[in-house]
């Protein structure tokens, strides 16, 4: 079974500050790896995926970025945070069509 | 066009009673997903279905491919069921989910 480690759990920023979050798994090799982002009320949207090491695939034009320089390692970045970037970033994880679920971040930008 | 549609959006029950959601789907899947996220956030994998049926507890989840349906049952409902649940796809050749809108379940006591 796998298991993904998020952090932090929660975070609150100002606008225009940097972003990182980092997801980690393990229990798996090459997994398939997502960052999605779900704003109050609403729906999961996803923002990356990635099937390996270096291969990022962007769903929705933004100010985020994503890489994955470790097999089991996304990481979920930012220059510079706007107020419309608040929201649950959950960070996910698929091999042979399990899917597995971080505990998310909650991030506040004021 | 791979597209995933829920029902009911929300469901309110009293204690005890069995619930149904409804997920449809467009095209052919490799896997149906059953998720429930509680009002933390925090997302648990429920089900993964590709063909038949499973049970797990109070939760039983089936699929019928020909008609591209799947359900959602829980019995004996209890007000810790309350929770959204979603339905997600995998559609044939994609390597990403598509996910309903998910049902609002509340269970009173």
């Known amino acids: 079974s796998q298991t993904i480690h998020q952090w932090p759990a929660t975070l609150v920023q100002p606008v225009g500050s940097p972003l990182s979050l980092e997801c980690t798994v393990e229990g798996t090799s090459n997994p398939n790896l997502y960052w999605y982002r779900q704003a109050a009320g609403r729906g999961l949207q996803l923002l990356f995926y990635s099937v390996g090491i270096g291969q990022i695939s962007s769903e929705v034009p933004q100010n985020l970025s994503a890489s994955r320089p470790q097999d089991r390692q996304f990481i979920l970045s930012s220059k510079k945070l706007l107020l419309s970037d608040s929201g649950f970033y959950l960070c996910a994880s698929e091999r042979n069509n399990e899917q597995f679920f971080g505990p998310g971040t909650r991030l506040t930008v004021l | 066009k791979n597209e995933v549609e829920q029902s009911p959006q929300n469901l309110t029950a009293q204690e005890g009673e069995f619930i149904t959601i409804n997920c449809s789907y467009s095209?052919?899947?490799?896997?149906l997903h059953w998720l429930q996220q509680h009002p933390g956030g925090g997302i648990v994998s429920l089900f993964m279905?590709?063909?038949g049926k499973k049970k797990h507890g109070r939760l039983i989840a089936t699929i019928n491919i020909q008609e591209k349906h799947s359900s959602l049952h829980i019995t004996a409902s209890h007000p810790r069921d309350s929770a959204v649940y979603i339905c997600a796809a995998m559609f044939q050749g994609a390597q990403k989910l598509v996910f309903g809108q998910g049902t609002r379940l509340t269970i009173n006591p």
């Open positions: 095209v052919g899947i490799s896997a």
């Open positions: 279905l590709s063909s």
